[in-house]
Structure formats: structure tokens, C-alpha cells
């Protein structure tokens, strides 16, 4: 297989912080983070990409479920393969997969995923994904500390909440071996209604899960929530509800991606809001 080529291997000889990545890419695979599917037979690991193959698998899920599923229109860099989601940032990244495991007539595929930007990446990439949504000026102070979360997504078939758990323990390792406490990342909210439920929601969020003011995010593209209903009574999608029960807040109004055709919640996570049920399963140890 194709090693991933540098800058990152590189990049993590001269930053004493960030030579951790390798030992928690290690860890995450080999601290037994190995759980049964709810597919009949089917196991799953957590593993960090090595290989620019298993980024590409990556890569095919999420082209499979932003593009086919979810309608998105994608924009890859010229002489992308076809059947990928490729941004720029990606290649900044660090990619946690959760695949099944190979057996003897049966290769590994990827069923679930998340990419990180750490703070050494994301001043080599020029800021974070997230700028480019929301003016987030006043975390500035904060951006040594944080990791960003994106574009996570699950294959239909594994959909039950085991693999977003095992992502997220890998995750909570991660952070604690290379000293990061703070995730940030867009959560999305389609809209199919023209944005009433995205409106609705942060119309709810907004009055129990903001963040203070002093921590707010202003939207470049505002979804015009001041246009849509705001009484609907709607739950979070899964991925947002999950973020909430971990002590995430919302750092403001939605903004409106029209390439995804979604309204995106700025969100930010920091582990030392965890509920102690959340600690004990993601911290212990």
C-alpha cells in the first residue's frame, strides 16, 4: 500500500506536542478498541488511517453518503477519482476509521469516520475548516487547544450507535495524549423544509445550550431564521443530540451551506463539560 506522503510525518519530527499523533494512531488499534457489529458475525475496530488507501475508503463512504444519500454537491480538486469526497483540507487531516475486521474471505471496508484537524495542521492549512462558515474570532484564544471534528458519517447498515461510541472513545483518547481538551466542528441539520426545523431548533438550543456570549460564532452565510418558523416542536438529529448529552454548546445562529443543502450549528465540546457517565466510558484509565 501507498504510505501517506508528507508534510505531516515530517511536520511531527519538530514538534515535540504533536509526535503523539503516532502513539495514539497506534494506541487507538491496539488498546483492544474492537467491538461486535449488529450485523450478524461482523466485527469492528477503531484504527487511524496509515494509508493512503484507507483514507480513500474514507473518503468512498463519504462521497457515498454526502453525495448519493444526502444529495450534496461536492467540489474535489481536479483529477479526483471518481466516487470520493476530496477537499483540501484533507490532506492536513488525521483520519479515524471504524472498519470490520478482515477475515480470511473478507477484506476490511470502512463503515464509519471522522477526520481531525489538530492545532499545528490547521495553522499549516490556514485555519480551520469552520472559518470559513463562521467568523470565530473569539476563540482565538482557545485554538491551541483544539482539535476540530468533521465530516463524520456512518454506512447506513451500521447506523445503531455502536460506531459513533467507538469513534468517540478514540477520539477522547487522542485528545488526552496530545494534550488537546476543546473540539469544535459544523453540525449539520438538512433542509428539506427550507430550514423551518433548523430554525425551530436553534430557536430551542439557543435557551439551553449556548455557549456565553463571549465564546459566540457569527455565520458568513446566515441562514434567515428571523424568515422561518421557529415553534416546531423538533428533536436534534442523533449526531447533535449526542453532542448535547457530552456538554456541547452552540456557539451561534445556523449557517446555510448550499453545497450540502444543509444548515450548520457552530458547535464546541470541551471534555472538561463531560458528564461524569461520559468520563468514566470515554476517560477512564
Known amino acids: 500500500m501507498d504510505k501517506l506522503e508528507p508534510p505531516r510525518q515530517e511536520h511531527l519530527?519538530?514538534?515535540?506536542?504533536?509526535?503523539?499523533?503516532?502513539?495514539?494512531?497506534?494506541?487507538?488499534?491496539?488498546?483492544?478498541?474492537?467491538?461486535?457489529?449488529?450485523a450478524p458475525g461482523v466485527r469492528l475496530e477503531a484504527v487511524w488511517a496509515r494509508h493512503a488507501d484507507q483514507v480513500k475508503q474514507a473518503q468512498r463512504l463519504r462521497y457515498r453518503?454526502?453525495?448519493?444519500?444526502?444529495?450534496?454537491r461536492l467540489s474535489p480538486p481536479p483529477g479526483t477519482e471518481p466516487g470520493l469526497d476530496v477537499d483540501r483540507f484533507?490532506?492536513?487531516?488525521?483520519?479515524?476509521?471504524?472498519?470490520?475486521?478482515?477475515?480470511?474471505?473478507?477484506?476490511s471496508h470502512v463503515v464509519g469516520t471522522y477526520r481531525v484537524l489538530t492545532p499545528v495542521a490547521a495553522r499549516r492549512a490556514?485555519?480551520?475548516?469552520?472559518?470559513?462558515?463562521?467568523?470565530?474570532?473569539?476563540?482565538?484564544?482557545?485554538?491551541?487547544r483544539i482539535a476540530e471534528l468533521g465530516r463524520s458519517c456512518t454506512d447506513p447498515q451500521h447506523r445503531t450507535g455502536g460506531v459513533i461510541l467507538m469513534l468517540w472513545?478514540?477520539?477522547a483518547d487522542f485528545m488526552l495524549r496530545n494534550h488537546l481538551d476543546v473540539t469544535v466542528g459544523c453540525a449539520?441539520?438538512?433542509?428539506?423544509?427550507?430550514?423551518?426545523?433548523?430554525?425551530?431548533l436553534w430557536h430551542q438550543l439557543r435557551q439551553t445550550d449556548a455557549a456565553p456570549e463571549a465564546l459566540s460564532?457569527?455565520?458568513?452565510?446566515?441562514?434567515?431564521?428571523?424568515?422561518?418558523?421557529?415553534?416546531?416542536?423538533?428533536?436534534?438529529?442523533?449526531?447533535?443530540?449526542?453532542?448535547?448529552?457530552?456538554?456541547?454548546?452552540?456557539?451561534?445562529?445556523?449557517?446555510?451551506?448550499?453545497?450540502?443543502?444543509?444548515?450548520?450549528?457552530p458547535m464546541m465540546m470541551n471534555l472538561a463539560d463531560l458528564p461524569a457517565a461520559y468520563r468514566r466510558r470515554f476517560l477512564q484509565g
Open 217 to 265: 460564532a457569527r455565520p458568513r452565510l446566515p441562514l434567515p431564521v428571523a424568515a422561518l418558523r421557529s415553534d416546531l416542536d423538533v428533536s436534534p438529529p442523533a449526531l447533535i443530540k449526542g453532542y448535547l448529552k457530552c456538554g456541547g454548546k452552540v456557539l451561534g445562529p445556523p449557517a446555510w451551506d448550499p453545497d450540502f443543502g444543509t444548515a450548520d450549528l
Open 188 to 200: 449539520s441539520i438538512p433542509m428539506h423544509d427550507g430550514g423551518h426545523t433548523a430554525a425551530s
Open 65 to 72: 453518503v454526502f453525495a448519493d444519500e444526502m444529495g450534496a
Open 126 to 144: 490556514g485555519g480551520l475548516y469552520s472559518d470559513a462558515e463562521f467568523d470565530l474570532s473569539r476563540l482565538d484564544a482557545l485554538r491551541p
Open 13 to 38: 519530527q519538530h514538534h515535540p506536542q504533536d509526535r503523539s499523533l503516532v502513539a495514539a494512531r497506534t494506541a487507538a488499534s491496539a488498546v483492544g478498541n474492537v467491538a461486535t457489529s449488529a
Open 90 to 107: 484533507d490532506a492536513h487531516c488525521e483520519h479515524l476509521l471504524v472498519q470490520t475486521v478482515a477475515g480470511a474471505d473478507a477484506p
Open 169 to 171: 472513545a478514540a477520539l
